[in-house]
């Protein structure tokens, strides 16, 4: 089973930050937070991962909260191909392994 | 640098027949994953590989189904006497080596239909 729990679904408005929570109360200390999309069937998307940092990249930051028992992706300007659904999983760092994919949130972008 | 391929983009079987997946893993990366996504559900791991080993195969079905990584070549899933069931989405991941990021990047995927 899923580590993280998600809502199902989100609604942004074109232009606006899109901003997608994630609860994860067991977390462990050497698991990592990481976020893909999947754009309509698509392969899943790698978007951004972090540890305890906030982190940032040229498509989102990832904020971590103290406890890391939760962290939301921030999408800054939100775009009509944006509209995915997203996922974020826990995962050990550079041991390799699988990921457990949940259920995601389906973020619609609206004009 | 070329993206994770996989193919073909899209295999139709018939019950019975057999079903053969391919993926090339991105330029420098020696570790593959494949997983699988029913219609209208989420993406389930299915194994692991490295060049030539089987690393994790706990999400695999334990009859029809096998995979390889060999030292030359793409890695191959395999399904044998395929079932209506088998019908979904596969997908290939790759990783690095584990000197560096861990991330696993996704082929576009092959969509198997069995008749």
């Known amino acids: 089973d899923a580590k993280t729990t998600q809502p199902t679904s989100m609604d942004c408005a074109e232009g606006r930050a899109a901003n997608l929570p994630c609860n994860h109360s067991t977390i462990s200390g050497n698991e990592y937070v990481y976020w893909y999309r999947q754009i309509h069937s698509q392969g899943p998307q790698y978007i951004i991962h972090?540890?305890?940092n906030n982190e940032t990249n040229e498509m989102a930051s990832l904020i971590i909260t103290e406890d890391r028992k939760s962290s939301t992706l921030i999408l800054p300007h939100a775009t009509l191909r944006d509209t995915a659904v997203y996922y974020c999983?826990?995962?050990?760092?550079?041991?390799?392994?699988?990921?457990?994919f949940g259920q995601g949130t389906e973020l619609s972008v609206k004009p | 640098n070329a993206g994770v391929m996989q193919n073909p983009r899209h295999l139709v079987r018939r019950r019975g027949q057999e079903a053969r997946l391919r993926c090339s893993p991105m330029?420098?990366?020696?570790?593959v994953y494949w997983y699988r996504q029913l219609p209208e559900e989420g993406l389930k791991f299915m194994v692991y590989l490295q060049k030539e080993n089987i690393i994790d195969e706990s999400g695999m079905p334990k009859e029809r189904f096998s995979a390889e990584f060999p030292k030359e070549g793409p890695s191959i899933l395999r399904i044998q006497q395929v079932v209506r069931g088998d019908s979904a989405a596969y997908f290939c991941?790759?990783?690095?080596?584990?000197?560096?990021?861990?991330?696993?990047?996704f082929g576009p995927g092959t969509r198997l239909t069995v008749l």
């Open positions: 330029k420098g990366h020696s570790h």
């Open positions: 991941a790759s990783s690095p080596d584990r000197d560096s990021t861990d991330t696993q990047y």
């Open positions: 972090g540890l305890k």
């Open positions: 999983i826990v995962a050990l760092y550079n041991q390799g392994g699988k990921l457990i």
